[in-house]
C-alpha cells in the first residue's frame, strides 16, 4: 500500500481535491509546486519557478503549466484544467485522472476511453530544468500526444496580463524550441526527448483565477501566454520526456537523465522519511555555500529559522556533512556581524538580539547528538566569543544587566520570533527582558562554563549565572504559577504563551522541576492542540483563533492564536524533562496527529501554521523549516526517553 496515494474518488472532487498540493525543490532555491488535480490555485503555483539573480531576489514563475491533450481519431481530450470567474473550471481533464501517487515523485494516472497514460514530474538536482515524462501504458489505436506550454515569465508575487511587450519570438533547438518573453529573464527552453512536430500560434489563456490569492485580498486574475504546442505521436508502452530549462540539453540523454535523477529520490513511506524529505528540500546553494531556506513559497534565508532549523534537519537525519557545511555559512555571517557589524546579503534578520544566544542553542545540540569534544574542537571558541560579546557590551541591543539579565528595546522594530508589523511597527511589541531570551542566555551561560578550559574565565561566567539564578524566577513568575511573557522596569506583560517553555525544557534552566511542572500545566492547557501549540490563550482579548481574511487580519492572528508545529520540538523537550518516561505515550499521541497532515494541505510536509481553534486547519506558506526540523527533534526526544523495550518511533 502507497503512503501517499490518492484515488479517483478525491481527485474527481475538486473541493476536495484543490486544497492539496505538493512541491517539489533542486537544491538551488527553484521548486515546482500545483495541486494534485494540477489546477493552480496559488500565483505562487508553477512548474518551473526559479531565481533570476539578475533581477531580484525572488523566484520568478517561467512555465505556469502544461496542457496535455490525447488525440485519437481526430477527436482531443484535454486533461488540463484552470480556473476561471464564476467559478467555472475548463478544460477539466481531472475528471479523466485515476490516480495520484506522490511516494517518491509525482506521478498522475489518466484513463481517456481505451488509452491509459502516466505523466511523471520532477525538478532536476542542482539544475534548473522540470522533466515530464509521459508513459503511453494502454492504448487501442494510433494516438498523439499535444503539449501546450503556458508561460508567465513574471515574479512570484506579480501577476501577467495580457500586453505588447512581449517577444513572439522563439528559435528552433533540437527537438524543440527556446524563447524568452522580456529582456533580463534567462532563455527557456522546451525540447522532447522524441522528435516533435512545433507549431507556433501565439495566443492567451485570458482570466485565469487563482482562488487561494482571492481569498488572501490579493490580485488574482492572470493571463497566461501560450506560444504554440508540440504534437508527437505515442505508440503503447512508450515513454516520451518533456523537459523545460533555463540551459539546452541533447534530447537523446534525456531517458538516461531521467532514470538517473529517479535513482535520487527517496521513498515518502513513512510519517518520518516525509519529514525527513521535507527537511532536506529546504536545503539551497548559492555561489558554493550552503544554506537553509526559510519556507517555500515566498521565504528566504533566515538568521533564526537557520539555527533553530539545522539540528532537526541535520543531526537527526544523520547529515553531520549538511550540518557542517550549513553551519560554515551561518558561522561567517554571525562573526562578520559581531565582529564588523556587517549584515548578511543573503542570511537576513542576522542583526537580531537572539541570534547569537540561538546560536549556542545550535552548537549545544551538535554536542548532544555528535559529541562534546568535537563541539569544543569546531565551535568551543564561537561560544566563547559570543558570550563575551555579550558580557563585554558589544552585541546591539542585548544589553547585560546587573541581575545577570539580558535586556532588548523592541517598542519599534520587532525583534524575536514574533515579528509581525504594521507601519512598519511591530503588532506584539516584546519589549524589555523577553522570557527566551533570558532562558537562552542561561542556557548558553552555562554550556559555556561546562565546556570552557579557562578557570578565570569559568569563575567570571559563573558570577553572572548566580546574579541570574537569583533572580529570574523571582521576577518572571506569575501569580498562577506561570511565566511572564516579557518585563521591562515597570511592567510585566500577563500573555500566556509559548514562549516560557524554553525556560521550562532548555538543558540549563534555574527553575526548579515544581516550577517547570506549574508553568507546563498551564501551557498544556492553554495552549496545546493536536497541531502544536498556540501563540496565545484562547482567555486573551486579542485572541485570533483563524487565520484567514486579509493581509491585516492575517498579521494579527499570526502571533495572536495561530498554532505553530515547530514550537512542539521544545515543549517535547519540556514534558520529558518534568514527567520523563512517564511522558512518552501523551507525547506520542501529540506526534501521531501530525502524520494525517501528510496528505492534506502540502504533500509530506506541515503547513506553517494552522488555526487555533477546531478543526485546526493549515494555512500560509506550503512548508517551514522549522516546522520539519523541531517534529524531527521531537521525535528523537521521544526515542531518547522510550524505554528498552518501546516500539522504535521511527
Not at 72 to 84: D, M, P, R, S, W
Amino acid at each position: 500500500m502507497n503512503y501517499l496515494k490518492f484515488d479517483k474518488t478525491l481527485l474527481t472532487n475538486l473541493e476536495e481535491s484543490l486544497p492539496i498540493e505538493y512541491l517539489r525543490t533542486n537544491k538551488l532555491g527553484a521548486y515546482s509546486a500545483t495541486t494534485v488535480t494540477g489546477c493552480n490555485t496559488r500565483k505562487y503555483h508553477g512548474l518551473l519557478v526559479t531565481p533570476v539573480p539578475e533581477l531580484d531576489d525572488d523566484n520568478h514563475v517561467l512555465l505556469s503549466s502544461l496542457d496535455e491533450t490525447v488525440i485519437q481519431h481526430g477527436a482531443e481530450f484535454n486533461l488540463g484544467i484552470h480556473k476561471y470567474e464564476s467559478d467555472t473550471f475548463a478544460p477539466r481533464g481531472h475528471k479523466y485522472i485515476r490516480e495520484f501517487n506522490c511516494e517518491t515523485i509525482s506521478t498522475t494516472t489518466y484513463r481517456v476511453g481505451g488509452v491509459i497514460l502516466t505523466r511523471e514530474s520532477f525538478l532536476v538536482l542542482n539544475e534548473q530544468r522540470v522533466l515530464l515524462r509521459y508513459t503511453l501504458v494502454d492504448a487501442h489505436s494510433e494516438t498523439t500526444l499535444k503539449l501546450r506550454p503556458q508561460l508567465a515569465f513574471r515574479n512570484v508575487n506579480e501577476l501577467t496580463q495580457r500586453n505588447n511587450q512581449i517577444d513572439h519570438s522563439y528559435q528552433d533547438v533540437p527537438n524543440g524550441i527556446s524563447l524568452c518573453l522580456y529582456s533580463g529573464y534567462p532563455t527557456l527552453y522546451m525540447q522532447l526527448s522524441k522528435e516533435a512536430a512545433y507549431r507556433s500560434c501565439p495566443d492567451w489563456n485570458l482570466g485565469v483565477e487563482y482562488p487561494r490569492e482571492q481569498v488572501r485580498g490579493y490580485a488574482y486574475k492572470e493571463d497566461l501566454y501560450m506560444p504554440g504546442y508540440f504534437e508527437v505521436s505515442i505508440k503503447k508502452g512508450e515513454s516520451i520526456i518533456f523537459s523545460a530549462g533555463t540551459s539546452p540539453v541533447n534530447p537523446k540523454n534525456l531517458k538516461a537523465l531521467f532514470t538517473r535523477e529517479l535513482k535520487l529520490r527517496h521513498h515518502r513511506d513513512s510519517f518520518f522519511n516525509c519529514l525527513k524529505i521535507s527537511a532536506s528540500s529546504s536545503f539551497i546553494m548559492r555561489d558554493n555555500k550552503e544554506y537553509i531556506l526559510a519556507g517555500y513559497p515566498w521565504f528566504k534565508v533566515r538568521a533564526r529559522d537557520t539555527f533553530i532549523a539545522l539540528p532537526g534537519s541535520t543531526l537527526i537525519t544523520d547529515e553531520e556533512a549538511e550540518f557542517d557545511n550549513i553551519m560554515t555559512t551561518a558561522v561567517e555571517a554571525l562573526k562578520n556581524y559581531m565582529d564588523k557589524e556587517v549584515k548578511d546579503k543573503i542570511i537576513l534578520e542576522i542583526d537580531d538580539p537572539d541570534i547569537p544566544l540561538w546560536a549556542v542553542w545550535t552548537i549545544q545540540q551538535y554536542a548532544k547528538y555528535t559529541s562534546t569534544e568535537k563541539a569544543v574542537e569546531k565551535y568551543g571558541a564561537l561560544v566563547q566569543e559570543i558570550i563575551d560579546y555579550i558580557i563585554d557590551g558589544k552585541a546591539p541591543n542585548l544589553e547585560l544587566r546587573n541581575n545577570g539579565l539580558v535586556y532588548s528595546l523592541g517598542t519599534d522594530k520587532a525583534i524575536s520570533w514574533m515579528n509581525t508589523s504594521e507601519f512598519g511597527r511591530p503588532l506584539i511589541p516584546r519589549t524589555g527582558y523577553l522570557v527566551e531570551f533570558n532562558a537562552l542566555w542561561y542556557n548558553a551561560l552555562k554550556f559555556a562554563i561546562e565546556i570552557c578550559q579557562d578557570q578565570q574565565k569559568i569563575d567570571d561566567m559563573t558570577v553572572v549565572a548566580e546574579k541570574y539564578e537569583a533572580n529570574f524566577a523571582k521576577m518572571f513568575t506569575a501569580p498562577a504559577g506561570y511565566l511572564y511573557d516579557y518585563m521591562t522596569d515597570t511592567y510585566a506583560d500577563p500573555s500566556v504563551r509559548p514562549n516560557q517553555l524554553w525556560a521550562l525544557g532548555l538543558k540549563y534552566t534555574p527553575l526548579s522541576k515544581a516550577q517547570r511542572k506549574a508553568a507546563l500545566d498551564m501551557v498544556t492547557k492553554e495552549l496545546l492542540t493536536p497541531k502544536g501549540i498556540r501563540s496565545l490563550t484562547p482567555k486573551a482579548g486579542q485572541y485570533r483563533p483563524y487565520y484567514w481574511g486579509n493581509a491585516n487580519e492575517r498579521n494579527v492572528a499570526y502571533h495572536n492564536g495561530a498554532v505553530w508545529p515547530w514550537l512542539l520540538g521544545i515543549y517535547t523537550e519540556a514534558y520529558l524533562s518534568v514527567f520523563s518516561r512517564s511522558g512518552v505515550a501523551f507525547i506520542k499521541r501529540r506526534l501521531n496527529s501530525y502524520e494525517e497532515e501528510m496528505s492534506r494541505h502540502c504533500i509530506g510536509t506541515l503547513s506553517e501554521v494552522y488555526d487555533g481553534n477546531p478543526p485546526f486547519y493549515g494555512h500560509g506558506a506550503m512548508s517551514l523549516s522549522i516546522n520539519q526540523a523541531e517534529v524531527l527533534r521531537a521525535l528523537r526526544l521521544l526515542q531518547d526517553y522510550a524505554p528498552e523495550n518501546h516500539t522504535r518511533i521511527f
